[in-house]
């Protein structure tokens, strides 16, 4: 069973930054894309950003310019460098990887994201 575990949430100011990242219990050759998703109290979880194989990245429109999300291979980790922080970004953030032949999905527990002065 492939685990997906999130670390780097808290607590920032506005304006703040955060590093998010992601451990993947296999090794991420495995897997085809990878992201970011973040769901807010009372709203649908939303695609951040996502990573390919290949490490072509998309990001959604409010995020971009100051979010990257990135990948390393070698530690099967991927990650998402949060700059520029503001109160709208408030979300938990979970992680999703995706395997490149059955398309399985697989998510972490969430971390949260509380951008607040």
């Known amino acids: 069973q492939v685990q997906v575990v999130e670390s780097g949430g808290g607590l920032v100011q506005p304006g703040g930054s955060l590093t998010l990242s992601c451990a993947v219990s296999a090794n991420i050759f495995s897997f085809g894309a990878m992201g970011w998703f973040r769901q807010a109290p009372g709203k649908p979880r939303e695609l951040v950003a996502r990573?390919?194989?290949?490490?072509?990245?998309n990001y959604t429109d409010s995020v971009k310019g100051r979010f990257t999300i990135s990948r390393d291979n070698a530690k099967n980790t991927v990650y998402l460098q949060m700059n520029s922080l503001k109160p709208e970004d408030t979300a938990v953030y979970y992680c999703n990887v995706q395997t490149k032949i059955t398309l399985t999905d697989y998510w972490g527990q969430g971390t949260q994201v509380t951008v607040s002065s």
């Open positions: 990573i390919t194989d290949r490490s072509l990245t």
